[in-house]
């Protein structure tokens, strides 16, 4: 089995990022992803080469993209393909020759992905940004962080790739379907800040049924709940607890002693949201992470250990189902989702070609 995309051929112009990462995700199950890369001149910033696991599964050739040559070479190597995707700001790939009006002239079936940050209009599509900028104007960054305090961003999770690199794979993916029954191809303009706003679809549903705050930390779901957040441990390692539904709530109670304790039954009052959760810090602080491991694993109260990157592939659940592999020393996450019929072969850092 070669994967569940086997036959689709992709161009991925390098770049750093939400770009790679859609192009892993198609090369991850099966597509042939040809990564265009420009001449090395000493180290790319976020590019690893071989050890850079965003660009596992590629084919790779180099082409100096001022060359008219390689501009000829790139437009037949377009004929054949299925999509491309490329991150430049707008009007770059016009410039080299190499823009939509171009390629879908010489092949109409072509999906022609384009991912930036801010998308390729309005007033902000020429300027530089970062995935803290893109999720800062969705609105999603305002949500995350405790009451009282800054802004707290998920490292660059939200825009580069989960509003980014995979909304682009979907985003391909799509049109190539479309494609494939229409005959015809087109742009899939991917912006992270049209990404950052789709992901924050529920919590714009709680707003707008007023069932949401428009601050932070004061909410059911970004730790204003004292039953659904993380709390340090007495060796200043960290639980987290997400007992939201009455049943897993009272195992909470159960496990942690509190079960006829008359202030822990209005669970959804917010008014006793802070009070009760101190008094859940006081008592998770008098035992380590794992001693309240082995009194919550294998419970309903929805409950998981806050694993370090290192330790995660290590986990009993995760070594069972293969979450993480390694390959060439590196330990990466595995290919998702996972395709029962067509499962995606091993990742390889070296490359297919």
């Known amino acids: 089995m070669a994967g569940a995309l ?57 082409l100096d993209l001022k060359d008219p040559v390689a501009i ?34 010489d092949n109409p079936r072509l999906v022609y992905g384009r991912m930036t940050g801010w998308g390729q209009d309005g007033p902000m599509a020429p300027l530089a940004g970062h995935d803290i900028n893109y999720i800062a104007l969705a609105g999603a960054l305002h949500s995350f962080g405790q009451a009282g305090g800054k802004p707290q961003f998920p490292v660059n999770l939200v825009g580069d790739f989960g509003g980014g690199g995979m909304l682009m794979a979907f985003g391909v993916m799509a049109a190539v379907f479309s494609a494939q029954r ?21 919590t714009y549903t709680f707003l707008g049924l007023g069932r949401w705050k428009d601050e932070r930390g004061v909410n059911l779901l970004d730790g204003g709940a004292h039953f659904y957040d993380t709390y340090e441990t007495s060796d200043g390692k960290w639980i987290s607890i997400g007992s939201i539904e009455p049943q897993f709530y009272a195992l909470l109670l159960e ?25 859940l810090a006081a008592l998770f602080l008098t035992k380590t992470r794992d001693e309240w491991w082995a009194i919550m694993d294998g419970t309903d109260i929805c409950f998981a250990p806050v694993l370090s990157l290192r ?27 996972r395709f029962l019929g067509t499962p995606a072969p091993k990742p390889s850092l070296a490359g297919r070609g």
């Open 6 to 62: 086997e036959g689709l051929t992709v161009l991925e112009f390098a770049g750093i990022g939400p770009g790679p990462f859609a192009c892993m995700m198609l090369a991850d199950h099966g597509a042939r992803v040809i990564r265009i890369d420009r001449p090395a001149k000493g180290d790319r910033v976020g590019d690893s080469g071989n050890r850079d696991i965003l660009n596992r599964n590629r084919e790779r050739i180099e």
């Open 182 to 202: 229409t005959g015809k191809g087109q742009v899939v303009d991917c912006a992270m800040v049209d990404g950052a706003a789709i992901l924050s679809a529920m």
């Open 311 to 337: 330790e995660a592939p290590k986990h009993p659940h995760n070594t069972a189902r293969e979450t993480f592999v390694e390959d060439e020393g590196m330990v990466m996450p595995a290919p998702a989702p």
């Open 72 to 105: 000829a070479r790139i437009r037949e190597m377009a004929k054949d393909a299925d999509a491309i995707v490329e991150g430049y700001r707008p009007g770059v790939m016009e410039r080299l020759g190499l823009g939509p009006d171009v390629l879908l002239t």
């Open 255 to 279: 496990k942690t002693g509190l079960k006829d304790d008359p202030a822990f039954a209005p669970q959804m009052d917010p008014r006793v949201w802070p009070d009760l959760k101190a008094r």
